[in-house]
């Protein structure tokens, strides 16, 4: 098992593309068992028994799962029941536990992941290259893949494993290469390397952490939800009985697997989706008046997207090609949306062209993105530098309340820092935050309060003081819930962290403040 | 496929909540009732023609160009790409059929028919796979460019010749028709009694064996045979996949391009092969426009279908069977059918009750009522409106249906390799 490490856009896919064949390469060679091979396409790789599973997944949703597997090999085993029997047999050899006839569109991510799995084993692949396969899995998932992966590592089989996360990386790989802009940096074999070793090779210097520093979490409310329920169609309840409240200051985690309501509970913050029961509360006007200047937060639960954004809801959408970006427009007209009615970029009526490009001038240099200029397209930023602009562009209002969906995926590692930083800051300044990501160890860094979502419900509050992923993960797939706390860890971190629940939950304030009184 | 009974698919299409399947079990218990709901109105009303032999008859040679249309828009749609060109494909296969139909007979005209569509198809294939060209702007450009051309050539290839002028072409001759002979004297006799349902049953299953052309024959044994190919072979797998997930497919080594052209000029085919049954089975001769908008009822046909066979081949017979009432005693017939629509919005509004949805619910029992006053204050409804029903009920229809539809996921993206 070989695992191939570097930041994003080291060259690390490119690499495995010219591997399968789906890139041809300029100068070099490729030799398979000792015989030196050219790849014209996938095909030719897959006949040389390289296999590929793509980091996003590569099937169709409508189709079943075996369908999905036989695509393209029919000529091996037919369409019909000696396919579906080879793909049993398979499933069962290497403890995949497929179902050959569910629509792939029902599976969830760990589940599509296998049948990926499946499909090149199908073809008989010797070779399995995996791209990121972890990305979005939780702990528990990671796991059984690892397990399945040590598997068919047991049958004979090789795999390439690439990935930018160290922890997986040394305890699973028997070899890491490093590849840093393109060139092989190293070669290590984990028992003779740190993380932190790796991870130098990796960047080229030290490697950030998204630990915050002190808590700056006031008892002003920024904005409240009471009850919040959505439900879908057929009336199935997409949300339900969500209550939280976010002080100034404070940075709420929430911790989920992709599609358990964190989508539907934005659309409702941000006013895309009317709640069907529940309300919405939020302070307004400037920071640090919310208190007894302004009285009590306002309740916003009927108001339109527009208003709520003008009055300082901040939005990082989870997919900034869908939601955040015009992709084939300029980035100053990129700057403009979503804040179409405001200062500086427009005067009542009238778009104010000058000074909104003048702004994202000001929002390229202070954010740092890297573009030749302002009259480019997003589409031809990197995903990275795409995410400052969206930043800049939120920050720059003054938002009183951030939606921070995912802000560091498919982000280098130089521009995860600075967003970090800049959420950092701003919740120093007084921003509330709600936090969320599929990275837990970014949630646990920047979080004063940890929640987790499962089903749409929040099943367990956590404090990020004292948590690892494993235990986050746990209560992610809806084995744990309640308050999660640290076995016998009598970390002394939690001091000075208010639960950030002040109130409004009574018992779980009691159960968060336990430990505490314990640790004391 | 059956033709008549599904005057109104709206309480099946509305019983499937959320990601349900409509089985085959359920499906056929509700063809059933509401062939036994037509029966009751039909005897209630007096109105015998509604399930009437030739009516059925008329009915399916109707719905055979729409069929074959709407077949050709699955194929093409499988593939993912959008087909609106089937009205122009259509028109193509009208105009080959019959010009190559008067001169070499009826079977060349057939052929030419299907070629001449596949030609559409191939148009449509190059502008929108090779050049990403808008699937729709294709289709539409298409269209427009079949009605032309045939009008042109028409001038050249019917003027001067017997019998021929510039906007009709000569006679074809006939492909012959044939009836099952006992069945279908058996058959009408029953009809002709007038008993409940059963008289019902024997003129949809008499118009299914009475009078019928090979070409009829030809387009029913299609549909099942579409399925089998798209559903069963390897060969639908990737076509399938292509109006999935292309990129996915591409990476399996399907060749996403190949599949897509194959799949939409068979579509032409298809098309043209309805154009040419227009052409030399429903009339002896090329009119111009006389197509009349099936090609776009055929494309509707198939989204009321759900993009399946069956579904579309229950379409294009509910469309066939309103289009027949246009010829036959309409007036008296449409009227009759009021009645049938007022029972089935008050079957819907129950359901809607039942479901705790009362303001769908009281619209429908408002539309209901309004329905059956129509009904009671009039013995016949204006020829206006019979003429109108088959689009009245192509809207009502898809606005009904498409709540529950699901189209291949990558249907009318625009795809390039790589």
Redesign the interface.
Known sequence: MHALCGENGAGKSTLMKILYG?QKPDEGTIAVDGQQVAFA???DA?ARGIG?V?QH???????TVL??V??????LH??GAKARAKIVELSERYGLGVRPDALVENLGVADRQRVEIL?VLYRGATTLILDEPTAVLVPQEVDALFDNLRELKAEGLSVIFISHKLGEVLSVADEITVIRRGTTVGTVVPADTTAKQLAELMVGSELPTPETAESTVTDRPVIEVRNLKLLG??GRALLDDISFTIHEGEVLGLAGVEGNGQTELIDALIGLKGADSGTLRMATGEVGSAGEAAGEPEEITSWPTRRRREQGIGYIPEDRHRHGLLLESPLWENRILGHVTERPNSKGFWLDLKSAQADTRRIVEEYDVRTPGIDVTAASLSGGNQQKLIVGREMSHKPRFLIAAHPTRGVDVGAQAQIWDQIREARREGLAVLLISADLDELIGLSDTLRVIYRGRLVADADPADITPEELGSAMTGAASGHLEHPADESGAAEDRPSGETGDQPEKTEEAAAPEDEAR | MSTAPALDKRPAAASAPGRRRVTLPVLLLIIAGVLALTSLVRIVTGADGITNVSQMSTALKLAVPIGMAGLGGLWAERSGVINIGLEGMLILGTWFGAWAGYQWGPWIGVLAGIAGGALGGLLHAIVTVTFNVNHIVSGVAINILALGVTRYVSAFAFEGVPQGTSKQSPPVESLGQFSVPVLSDGLETINDKGWFLASDIAGLLGGLVTNMSPLTLLALALVPASWWILWRTSFGLRLRSCGENPTAAESLGVNVYKYKYLAVIISGGLAGLGGAFLSIVANPFYLEGQTGGRGYIGLAAMIFGNWMPGGLALGAGLFGYTDSLKLRGGTENVHALLLLIAILVLIGAIWLVLRKKYVGAVIAVAVSALVFAWYATTKEVPTQVVTATPYVVTLLVLSLSAQRLRMPRANGKPYRRG
Do not use: Q, R, T
Not at chain 1, 57 to 63: G, V
């Open positions: 789906m396409s996938p095909g897959i590929m793509h997944f590569m099937l169709a949703d409508n189709l369908e999905n036989v695509l393209g090999s029919e000529k037919g369409i499909k169609e057929g």
